[in-house]
């Protein structure tokens, strides 16, 4: 009897240990599952949240030009801020057989609401035993001011190199002027140089 209740009491203990383990092992488990959906749901989120602010960085750098002169197709482009004036030409079905490519600075960046001009080759036709007149001036004596050269900016009276230079690079970012007051916006241009020259100016 004493020994039939040993073994049994062996058993006992033995199922014991079984189902403390068994219970134990559960629990630990129940962590780590946890732990996978926490880390399934951040990574779901993050996704999402990745692709909004690539869209967001995508349509910053989206800018408008518009193209026009001879140009093969005139109009408005979508274009990225990295885009060069070659890139917007070549989009708009490139140069015409009449442009005047060398008015026209291709390596320049394009940026937002910014215009193209692209001249036409000036007519060397031949009236009255007198040259026509070329593209940056005319028989009058004005400038034209959108297309003159450096040298031709520089007779204007008060303009000097600096100033000539100034007057060409803001053509070149910014577009033709559209109104002789537009040459305000330079440094270097104030009310009296414009009164002195505007009467030698001419815009288009």
Not at 25 to 31: H, M, N, Q
Not at 47 to 73: F, H, W
Not at 179 to 184: A, K, N, P, R
């Amino acid at each position: 009897m004493l020994d039939l209740l040993k073994k049994s009491s062996f058993f006992i203990l033995i199922s014991i240990v079984i189902i403390f383990i068994f219970f134990f092992s559960k629990d630990e488990s129940i962590p780590k599952d946890e732990e996978l959906i926490t880390s399934a749901s951040t990574l779901n989120s993050e996704v999402p949240m990745k692709e909004v602010l690539n869209d967001a960085a995508s349509q910053q750098d989206t800018i408008y030009v518009d193209v026009k002169g001879a140009v093969e197709q005139p109009g408005v482009y979508e274009m990225n801020a990295e885009n060069r004036v070659k890139d917007v030409i070549e989009k708009a079905g490139g140069l015409t057989k009449d442009a005047d490519q060398s008015q026209v600075n291709l390596a320049q960046k394009v940026h937002d609401e910014m215009i193209i001009m692209v001249p036409e080759l000036p007519d060397f036709t031949v009236d009255s035993g007198q040259a026509a007149e070329t593209i940056s001036g005319n028989m009058d004596g004005k400038v034209r001011i959108n297309y003159a050269t450096q040298d031709e900016i520089e007779s204007l009276p008060g303009i000097g190199p600096s100033k000539a230079q100034a007057i060409i690079q803001h053509r070149e970012e910014f577009g033709l002027f559209q109104t002789v007051e537009d040459l305000l916006e330079i440094s270097g241009i104030g009310e009296k140089t414009l009164e002195n020259m505007k009467d030698n100016i001419q815009i288009p």
